[in-house]
């Protein structure tokens, strides 16, 4: 028997197209900041009382201090790049289900007045623009759902 | 302080980008037959089994459950932990755990995966968290093409400089037969010329900048299991062992945008308190091999490093030196590493077993020729998090 042929005979059973849908949790702190961005396209982060850090995405607790948080300080709709590339290669996307389209610049962005950075996409897959230390400003969607994504990209400046 | 421990036995599957031969727990079966061939024991001489895999890229979620009969775990304890990219590290620190509490004599663990029945990159987003990271995470290689971007940026390093690591990675591989990447043409070049080669050859495809095909690890079906004994057991059950010296592992923050870009701090801190604990004070010069878990080339730069093994930016200098190479004063990944070979699960328990083995001389082909007292072994996933083990030729004090 060819290789190839008992290649063939070795069977792999497809799952098909099952899927699993799920509601996460987002939390007090987590819906405060989405409900913002849907509704006035504002940007918050929450500020740990010990450490001073602002940390966005909002969360409850400082792990560094063991603290809780609850000082909700807004944070600007603009920012500076930390790391950054621009994506090649094609794959499927769990949250679609389909080919993630490519190329794509894809950055964490620091915004101004916050210590934490939030992965999202850039408008540009220029070289000589995405680079690290860029200065970038958020391009709201005009439908916004409540999501990370009623944050289109980010524009680099 | 527990009892001293030391490794027995390793034993792995022949690492393969798909092994449609065989299923998960046939797979895992044949890694475990192996490792009790390697300690010269059988089944019945075990007494517990820690087990780890990503669940995510096979989509079956009990694999304690699942796999007993492949495992060797009927009628036995049977722990299934899984921590991401560190697996296979975290399965073999619970089992060292095991046996360090004077509870069990040889316990057995077991680190496997099947990447091929799943879209890889597609898998690991389901690891990050699902409101504020997946809907624009790119997988490992995005958030490694990232890293090194900012290590560029800080230290003036150039793509030649990783492509130099994956070159090391790939001509290391050649020796070792188990591994699943071997580019025999590489065989006999010289290492400029290739690294010349992969910088400029657009056969190799750029991923996510600054990282070519040649600067990820693949992906792999594969299998590992390593056997863990007490002192006084250990000793009997074979003649060559690899004592445990010291271990660590630390998790940091929640999101990857909250990480200190800089500097891997998970890694960093893990190696010192390892170090600390076996008495190094220059890991240089008093390590003698490493297998660390590196899935990029930059990884072999900037880790190295966080590590300690030189200074900030001086991760190139260690490598053009050729210090890191087989012949080197600190080989780096005779095995060819993860670049080579990564079945996710069982990648790190590759680095424990691997290490073990060069203690032992048991290597062949990919044996290096100074003698190893002191291996370092390491695992990296998740949120970059770090497990670290230290192993000795020597009984700890
Ligand atoms: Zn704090």
Request: hydrophobic letters at 40%; charged letters at 25%; one cysteine or more.
């Amino acid at each position: 028997m060819t290789e190839q042929k008992q290649e063939k005979e070795l069977l792999a059973i497809s799952s098909g197209d099952a899927a699993q849908p799920f509601r996460w949790s987002v939390g007090k702190h987590g819906s405060k900041f989405l409900a913002e961005l849907r509704d006035n396209k504002k940007l918050f982060g929450v500020k740990c009382p010990k450490c001073g850090r602002v940390y966005v995405p909002p969360r409850m607790v400082c792990g560094r201090c063991w603290a809780q948080m609850d000082e909700f300080v807004p944070v600007k709709d603009t920012g500076e790049i930390v790391v950054c590339t621009i994506v090649q290669f094609s794959f499927v996307d769990p949250n679609t289900g389909i080919q993630r389209p490519v190329p794509y610049g894809y950055a964490f962005v620091k915004l101004d007045g916050a210590d934490t950075a939030i992965p999202h996409f850039l408008d540009s897959t220029d070289p000589d623009k995405v680079k690290v230390g860029a200065r970038v400003k958020a391009v709201f969607e005009e439908k916004r759902t409540g999501s990370l994504m009623d944050i289109k990209h980010f524009a680099v400046l | 302080m527990g009892k001293k421990v030391a490794i027995v036995g390793f034993g792995q599957t022949y690492q393969r980008s798909s092994r449609r031969d065989v299923n998960g727990v046939e797979l895992i079966n044949e890694a475990v037959t192996a490792a009790l061939a390697d300690a010269d024991i059988t089944i019945k001489d075990i007494d517990a089994v820690v087990i780890g895999n990503m669940d995510h890229f096979e989509g079956i979620n009990y694999v304690d459950m699942w796999s007993v009969e492949g495992a060797g775990a009927v009628m036995k304890p049977i722990i299934k932990v899984t921590t991401g990219g560190t697996t296979g590290m975290t399965v073999a620190m619970s089992a060292y755990y095991h046996v360090a509490s004077g509870m069990f004599d040889r316990v057995l663990a077991i680190g496997w995966e099947k990447n091929s029945e799943s879209d890889t990159t597609g898998a690991i987003i389901t690891a990050f968290h699902p409101v504020w990271e997946r809907p624009n995470l790119g997988g490992a290689i995005a958030g490694l093409a990232v890293e090194a971007s900012k290590y560029m940026d800080n230290y003036g390093v150039t793509e030649r400089d990783g492509a130099r690591v994956a070159v090391r990675e790939r001509l290391h591989a050649l020796n070792n037969p188990y591994a699943h990447l071997h580019q025999e043409w590489m065989k006999g070049m010289e290492v400029d010329k290739l690294v010349e080669l992969l910088v400029t050859s657009e056969q190799n495809q750029m991923l996510a900048y600054p990282l070519r095909m040649s600067d990820m690890c693949p992906r792999t079906d594969g299998a590992a299991a390593v056997v863990f004994a007490s002192e006084g057991v250990a000793e009997k059950t074979a003649s060559k062992l690899a004592w445990v010296a010291a271990t660590a592992n630390r998790h940091d923050f929640v999101f990857l945008g909250d990480i200190d870009w800089d500097f891997n701090q998970t890694m960093g801190d893990a190696a010192k308190k390892v170090f600390a604990k076996a008495g190094i004070k220059d890991p240089l010069k008093e390590i003698d091999l490493c297998e660390l878990y590196l899935p990029y080339s930059y990884g072999g730069l900037k880790w190295m490093e966080n590590m300690g093994f030189c200074g900030p930016g001086e991760g190139p200098r260690l490598l053009w030196d050729k210090i890191t190479d087989m012949d080197g004063e600190l080989p780096v990944n005779p095995s060819g590493g993860v670049m080579s070979s990564n079945p996710i699960g069982a990648t790190a328990l590759l680095r424990v077993g691997e290490a073990a083995w060069q203690i032992m001389r048991k290597s062949g082909p990919r044996q290096v020729q100074k003698n190893v007292n002191y291996a370092l072994a390491t695992g990296f996933g998740g949120c970059s998090w770090a497990d670290v083990m230290l192993l000795s030729s020597k009984k700890p004090a």
